[in-house]
């Protein structure tokens, strides 16, 4: 809660990689109220300088747009507008993969694909660093934390 809070007053942003459906993303995390939010960013390659792409000029004359039509275009958009609801939009993959899915076995198009095991010890998917932990324990012993994050990294030995 106190790095949340700190993380608001100073507007303090910190920028990681974060793995998400077999991808690695860029992303900042930003305090929200009480939370700290990750939000996914774009790589340098994915971002394109302004100078690449030809627009009409902003000055509506210039462009040989009408006030006319400024003013239906205008109509238009408040015609349409509403007021954001979230629960109105979902991500249509995952429906469309099941049925894909449903479509096969009904068609008996089906296979083993993976035999399940039974038992075993479940592994770790990643090293999860709790950064408040850290940020308090290297607080405590004078960054004798940062050298034990860098040792599990394998940097510091």
């Not at 009409?56 to 509403?82: C, F, N």
Request: net charge positive; hydrophobic share 35%; proline share 3%.
């Amino acid at each position: 809660m106190r790095c949340c809070a700190t993380r608001s007053r100073t507007r303090a942003r910190s920028a990681s990689r974060a793995s998400c459906c077999n991808k690695q993303h860029l992303a900042a995390l930003i305090p929200v109220g009480p939370a700290l939010a990750l939000n996914t960013l774009r790589w340098s390659d994915e971002v394109r300088d302004f100078s690449q792409f030809s627009f009409p000029d902003e000055d509506t004359k210039k462009a040989g747009v009408t006030p006319k039509e400024l003013d239906m275009a205008k109509r238009l958009i408040d015609d349409m507008s509403d007021t954001w609801d979230p629960t109105n939009y979902h991500d249509t993959f995952r429906d469309d993969i099941l049925a894909l899915v449903d479509k096969k076995v009904k068609a008996g198009k089906v296979a083993e694909v993976m035999k399940i095991e039974d038992g075993g010890e479940a592994k770790a998917s990643a090293d999860i660093l709790d950064s408040s932990e850290l940020l308090k324990r290297s607080l405590k012993k004078g960054g004798a934390a940062a050298q034990d994050v860098e040792r599990r990294r394998g940097g510091v030995r």
